[in-house]
């Protein structure tokens, strides 16, 4: 069974700061993996999406990177901002047998916190 | 709409009330997904919809709950005798479709369902 796990739980950051998410993952069998951001109240946002095959991703000041192999990705934020607070979520997504379907693991997710 | 829509945004009722929970998809989306967000658990997989079958229904906690999608299009997820530890979240996603390389989930933002 598939397990997701991200490291810290929370962060508080002051703003204009590098950062780094965390995310680890069991089954190193994935066919993607995903990045979310979610705020209080609402649903989630796809940040970026990374292919198995595939070593990084980066959208703006946000670059995810992936280690399949060791079951690892980061997140990395450049120079943070007040409006980056959000919870972000890590969710991979698996084969089921032959065919792949769309169900994603996610982890706990990182409660982030940049002030002013 | 243009994003994934859900009804009710909050719900509260009394330990054993049936419930019923609606996502509109994205227009054309083939793909459905139900998950749950609780506290402790995070989020978890209930069950995907690919048309109006439903392939992987692993994530649906007992036979208290079950799930339909009627013409491709709106799901209705459908909680009977409820208990306080239904308490949570419920989170629904579409997809254009669910195989290929770039599968992006869109979430609505969710159903709070609160069991007294």
């Known amino acids: 069974k598939q397990e997701v796990t991200q490291i810290p739980a929370a962060l508080s950051v002051p703003e204009g700061e590098n950062l780094v998410l965390n995310c680890s993952f069991t089954?190193?069998?994935?066919?993607?993996l995903q990045w979310f951001r979610q705020d209080p109240g609402k649903g989630l946002t796809s940040l970026l999406l990374?292919?198995?095959?595939?070593r990084e991703q980066t959208s703006g000041r946000l670059n995810a990177s992936l280690d399949k192999s060791s079951g690892r990705s980061t997140l990395y934020i450049a120079a943070s901002q007040p409006g980056d607070s959000a919870t972000y979520l890590c969710?991979?997504?698996?084969?089921?047998?032959?065919?792949?379907?769309?169900?994603?693991?996610f982890g706990q997710g990182t409660i982030l916190t940049v002030h002013p | 709409g243009a994003g994934v829509s859900q009804s009710p945004s909050n719900k509260v009722t009394e330990k054993g009330k049936d419930v019923e929970l609606r996502c509109d998809p994205i227009s054309g989306h083939t793909a459905l997904y139900w998950y749950r967000q609780s506290l402790g658990q995070g989020l978890e997989f209930l069950i995907y919809?690919?048309?109006?079958?439903?392939?992987?229904k692993s994530g649906l906690p007992s036979d208290r709950f079950s799930a339909e999608r009627t013409g491709g299009s709106v799901s209705t997820l459908t909680i009977q005798r409820t208990q306080q530890e239904d308490s949570a979240v419920y989170l629904c996603?579409?997809?254009?479709?669910?195989?290929?390389?770039?599968?992006?989930?869109?979430f609505g933002a969710g159903t709070r369902l609160s069991v007294l």
């Open positions: 990374i292919q198995s095959s595939q």
């Open positions: 969710a991979v997504r698996g084969y089921a047998g032959g065919t792949s379907y769309g169900k994603l693991t």
């Open positions: 996603a579409s997809s254009f479709r669910d195989s290929g390389a770039k599968n992006i989930q869109y």
């Open positions: 089954d190193s069998a994935i066919y993607n």
């Open positions: 919809f690919q048309g109006n079958s439903a392939p992987d």
